[in-house]
């Protein structure tokens, strides 16, 4: 199809190219599985995984749960409550519902720097600088988009089937969870795992609310590790990142078709 | 096509708005506290001391200070600077050229090349920063395999030229999105339209820059849109690897915005910032979906 002379070429400056952008990974994997780590770029002498051992033992471990129950509890606050609302936004005529979820979305493009002030004031007052008011926190602020994506992914549910099941008797309840939810599986898996990654990713708004060592999750504690100055275990940082990067890598190409058909789905339908 | 004709849905309309309940309790806080950032930016409001409890309406005076105090004005061109060269120039160019190459090429090297892009997108905001501080740092990798070798003494590259460090760590990690948009585009440019060019004799340059550039122009829109936004209100990785720092050099105001409100407790400034910086993202925003409208 393509002509064939250049692609030689191409094949190597695509190939030079994905090697500069993976190379600054060399540095992590070299020291983290160098117990003798320095934090210099060389071959290590050693190897082993008494890093990664450091890395999920004590106030580490303790970052990875905070970590895990900020992740997993704003993707199912925020689909949950997104299921239950993007459904009737989505079968009944509600006017100017699609401009309204439109500019909530641009609303929530803004700096998120900006709403701050007034969630940290809100949480102070109501007790809610914890795990939970971060939970709460991030749904507040992812749920503009995981309700246009849910919208647009019960959209595309069509709605003979319910009327046949309605004529068949079902009821609501048994309308949506034997049909609409079964049909809108990988929208749902997508939209859960975006809200995941991202609470998983999260840094301000854990680094505002978190006022205690025990309740940082592990971006924060990445950041307050390394922006100590003096004696920096290296190895225990690298490895610790690895273990705190895996997760969100992970979810990607467990889903991968699925996601690429979601970002599509966001960049396009504008 | 009636409306409202689905009895399961009519003789359940309770049910129905029961169920959009927490959702429009949490979007109406979302309104609230947006309005709320509005209110405090007309106000001496502090983080900590005695004006977080007795603040005042100061009016207008947030907003001069944005003008006649140094900080907000050095702060905009920075971002500025950093939004051209990383998110424009850097994330979209360079991802659409590799998805304009990469649909020429054998599917090995494609996903290769993908997943290689993918794991600096993939990868969280913090952990890019530390790796990014240490690829540059004085015995990193970019000194000891091309600076040192090349006979030149360590270059600190963090510190003596932090904007262009910032600027291109956030090129590698944010390319990955501008690509895969870029590719869905490309993927719905018809193949006969392309075809036909070539029998007519279009190089391959003017294939690109003729045919398949203005058929995806509303993806580009929509690409630089999004871009556009996300880069102008980046936080993390700036903060993490340079706080800003050194001296000013990289405070774009995401940073600047953190530095006034947190860690000088000037909230009531802090919220003049972003108030501004929605007035700039609105601004933008309008420009963009224009290009994307206007049918040509």
Redesign the interface.
């Known amino acids: 199809m393509m002509d064939n002379q250049p692609s030689r070429l191409t094949a190597i400056a695509l190939a030079f190219m994905a090697v500069i952008w993976v190379s600054p990974f060399s540095w992590l994997i070299l020291n983290a599985f160098n117990p003798l780590s320095t934090g210099q770029l060389e071959i290590p002498r050693a190897f082993g995984f008494d890093n990664f051992g450091l890395a999920v033992s004590g106030n580490a471990g303790r970052q990875f749960f905070n970590s895990i129950i900020i992740a997993a509890g704003t993707a199912t606050l925020s689909v949950v409550v997104g299921i239950s609302a993007a459904y009737p936004l989505s079968r009944l005529r509600i006017p100017g519902r699609n401009a309204f979820l439109w500019t909530l979305v641009l609303l929530r493009m803004l700096p998120s720097a900006g709403v701050l002030v007034p969630l940290y004031f809100a949480a102070q007052r109501s007790g809610l600088l914890n795990q939970l008011g971060v939970i709460i926190a991030l749904t507040i602020l992812n749920l503009p988009f995981t309700l246009l994506l849910l919208k647009n992914f019960f959209d595309t549910v069509p709605i003979e089937l319910e009327e046949a099941a309605y004529v068949e008797g079902a009821s609501l309840f048994q309308i949506v969870t034997r049909i609409v939810l079964p049909m809108s599986r990988a929208g749902i898996a997508v939209v859960w795992f975006f809200s995941f990654t991202g609470a998983w990713n999260e840094f301000l708004l854990p680094l505002i609310f978190a006022r205690v060592q025990d309740a940082f999750p592990m971006s924060v504690g990445l950041y307050a590790a390394f922006g100590q100055q003096g004696a920096i275990n290296y190895g225990f940082l690298t490895a610790f990142s690895i273990l705190y990067a895996a997760p969100a890598i992970g979810v990607y190409f467990l889903l991968r078709r699925n996601m690429n058909t979601g970002f599509a789905g966001v960049g396009v339908k504008g | 096509m009636k409306?409202?004709a689905?009895?399961?849905?009519t003789?359940?309309l309770y049910?129905?708005?029961l169920?959009?309940l927490?959702?429009?309790v949490?979007?109406g806080?979302?309104?609230?506290?947006?309005a709320?950032?509005f209110a405090?930016s007309f106000t001496d409001l502090a983080l900590v001391g005695r004006k977080s409890v007795e603040w005042s309406w100061v009016g207008l005076e947030n907003f001069e200070r944005l003008f006649t105090r140094r900080g907000f004005l050095e702060s905009l061109w920075t971002t500025v600077i950093f939004v051209f060269f990383s998110a424009i120039v850097g994330q979209s160019v360079l991802g659409f050229l590799?998805a304009a190459?990469?649909r020429?090429?054998?599917s090995t090297?494609r996903s290769?090349?993908e997943v290689?892009?993918?794991?600096?997108w993939?990868?969280?905001?913090?952990?890019a920063?530390?790796?990014?501080?240490?690829?540059t740092s004085q015995?990193?990798?970019i000194n000891?395999l091309i600076v040192v070798p090349l006979g030149f003494p360590p270059i600190n590259f963090i510190n003596s030229y932090a904007l262009p460090v910032v600027t291109i760590a956030n090129i590698?990690k944010g390319t990955a999105?501008s690509y895969?948009?870029f590719s869905?585009?490309l993927d719905?440019v018809s193949r006969e339209v392309v075809e036909a060019a070539k029998v007519d004799g279009a190089t391959?340059f003017q294939r690109i820059w003729l045919v398949q550039l203005p058929i995806i122009r509303?993806?580009i829109a929509?690409?630089m849109?999004?871009i556009t936004?996300?880069t102008?209100?980046y936080?993390?990785l700036i903060f993490?690897m340079t706080g800003g720092g050194p001296g000013r050099q990289t405070e774009t105001?995401?940073v600047f915005?953190?530095n006034q409100?947190?860690s000088r407790g000037n909230?009531g400034f802090?919220?003049a910032?972003?108030?501004a910086?929605?007035l700039i993202?609105g601004v933008l925003?309008l420009f963009y979906l224009r290009l994307?409208r206007e049918p040509k």
């Open positions: 409306n409202q689905n009895p399961w849905l003789g359940n049910v129905l708005v169920g959009m927490p959702a429009i949490l979007i806080a979302l309104l609230y506290f947006t709320w950032a405090f590799l190459t990469l020429g090429t054998q090297i290769v090349v290689c892009i993918m794991l600096g993939l990868l969280p905001d913090i952990v920063a530390f790796l990014w501080s240490a690829t015995t990193g990798l000891q590698w999105w895969l948009l869905a585009a719905s391959p509303p993806h929509t690409n849109l999004f936004i996300w102008f209100t936080f993390p993490a105001l995401a915005l953190y409100s947190f909230l802090g919220s910032i972003s108030v910086m929605l993202v925003s994307l």
